[in-house]
């Protein structure tokens, strides 16, 4: 603070820091309805994602199945008693395995291409209808997936391409967007929210597209799920605003504690984008490792999972959802509660950013390899593998509050533009992960799985052992205005009662 002649007295200057930094109430803000619908937003972009996971089982002339063991594995089929068998009149298709996993990997193949151009496009124009739009256009082809699914089995995968294109600039927007909607001590809260909306989608969309396949047949699965799209679209447009400067409805004392709080963060030169600097990052490079590597476990499991409860484990397509599902639960609830502890360490027990952000890293990459191996191990106890699967889902859901959002710590400005770049290597897992497991389980024997399983726990160790050593989280020096540190204070001068901010410059030029 300038203590001059026109400023305010000493006393004053303390209620004026307390009114300008006191928080604004959660409860009915419009930066947490912002977390609550971006969750929404991530629950139709999962659901669409994974739906075709559990479809596929139904779409698939399975009548080579035997009713007895499984063709190769120790398993028998899981007991239940039989439910009415209904006549469906949807199309069935015989696909063999490398087919299978080629169109369960096409998704990725386009979602890679929008990764970086998404986080560019909105810091350039905005993230609202830039997600607005990616996600519409997602919901518009999972429309046409049953008329593609009888076209034949590559207008299938030009389909899932071009969805994988429309969900792509999704959490770079987002990510662009809670750069100056988070107030810095809030980010881990309001993130994992929004996020926690994947892990809802494959919540509800696993168990329900089961029941959806069974009570209708597996069209249904694409026509429900992308009617949920088209609500979120309405909702999102007349909901939601690139800023809170830009915000009609948002009271002056949230608006104010939001920018206020992000005022030594946010660099204004966004047309010049340091990317070199980016590229050349070892912190950025950190965050990449990471989120490859736990990609990798995660998008296995997301695609194959309800292939290993039926082929391995026994489990009916109904009962098959509902199990996947479990794992995806876990991981949400923890997830959000990893999120309001790794605030609460940050900004009452004043623990540094980045311990937080490794030691959970740590526990949300190694919790899940350790559990995912164990499971490969309990043969033919359904009880204990569907435990040990869950708890590895559930563990790595602790990551949320890790790496995931580290982004944000070393570069707000650019935060949607490092989620791209990091996001283009951590979907390569959801490109040749599903191949790769297909191709080691053509037999489909526990042996077989359990490499599966031993790769990705071990992709997951690397990983995090990568990001304790080079993760960082603080703003990097090209994260600030021209590579420049500022000393800024608050002050006030008599001149129509304005609030001014004054920074010093490395050079000593002084800017009001």
């Known amino acids: 603070l300038y203590n001059n002649s026109r400023a305010l007295p000493p006393a004053k200057h303390f209620s004026f820091l307390l009114s300008i930094f006191h928080a604004a109430p959660a409860c009915c803000s419009f930066r947490y309805g912002l977390a609550f619908l971006s969750c929404y937003g991530f629950f139709v972009v999962y659901s669409l994602r994974v739906n075709l996971s559990v479809a596929m089982v139904d779409m698939l002339n399975n ?14 089929s899981h007991s239940h008693p039989p439910r009415p068998k209904r006549n469906h009149t949807a199309s069935v298709y015989d696909w063999d395995s490398e087919t299978q996993g080629w169109i369960l990997g096409s998704f990725f193949y386009g979602y890679i291409l929008t990764q970086i151009p998404g986080g560019y496009l909105a810091g350039r124009f905005g993230p609202k209808w830039l997600m607005g739009f990616g996600i519409l256009g997602t919901v518009i082809f999972t429309l046409l997936t049953p008329v593609a699914a009888d076209l034949g ?61 069974f009570y209708l047949d597996w069209t249904y699965v694409f026509y429900i799920f992308g009617a949920f799209g088209i609500l979120w679209f309405i909702l999102w447009t007349f909901m939601v605003y690139d800023s809170p400067n830009t915000h009609p409805w948002i009271s002056e004392r949230e608006r104010v504690f939001i920018t206020t709080s992000l005022k030594n963060e946010l660099c204004t030169s966004g047309n010049n984008i340091p990317w070199r600097a980016i590229v050349t990052s070892r912190p950025l ?37 509902m199990l996947s599902a479990l794992p995806y639960l876990g991981c949400a609830v923890l997830a959000v509660l990893s999120g309001q502890v790794a605030d609460y360490l940050r900004e009452r027990c004043q623990y540094s950013t980045v311990k937080v952000r490794k030691a959970f890293t740590i526990v949300g990459m190694m919790g899940p390899a350790v559990f995912l191996v164990a499971a490969g191990y309990t043969g033919c106890n359904y009880t204990l593998a569907v435990t040990f699967l869950t708890l590895s889902s559930s563990l790595g859901g602790v990551s949320a509050s890790g790496f995931n959002i580290n982004h944000l710590d070393i570069a707000p400005s650019y935060a949607g533009i490092l989620l791209g770049i990091t996001n283009t290597f951590a979907t390569i897992p959801g490109m040749v992960g599903p191949v790769i497991a297909t191709a080691l389980t053509k037999q489909n024997t526990i042996e077989e799985w359990q490499t599966v399983f031993y790769i990705a726990a071990a992709i997951n160790l690397f990983g ?36 001014y901010f004054r920074c010093v410059d490395n050079s000593q030029n002084m800017s009001e």
């Open 63 to 76: 009548t080579h199945h035997s009713s007895g063991n499984h063709s190769g594995s120790l398993c028998p």
């Open 153 to 213: 089995p590559s207008y299938l995968i030009a389909v899932r391409v071009m969805e994988g294109i429309g969900e792509g600039v999704t959490f770079p927007a987002m990510h662009t967007m809670w750069a100056v909607w988070a107030p810095p001590l809030e980010r881990s809260r309001l993130l994992t929210i929004s996020y926690t909306g994947a892990q809802i989608g494959t919540v509800i969309s696993l168990p329900l597209s089961g029941e959806i396949c």
């Open 285 to 321: 490079w950190a965050i990449v490792v990471a989120h490859f590597s736990y990609n990798w476990t995660f998008y296995t499991l997301l695609t194959l999972l309800p292939t290993y409860m039926n082929d391995i484990l026994g489990f009916s397509i109904q009962q098959n959802g």
């Open 464 to 499: 995090a052992l990568v990001y304790t050593l080079c993760g960082r989280g603080t703003v990097q020096p090209w994260g600030q205005d021209d590579y420049t540190t500022h000393r800024c204070g608050f002050f006030n001068r008599e001149r129509k009662g304005a609030i």
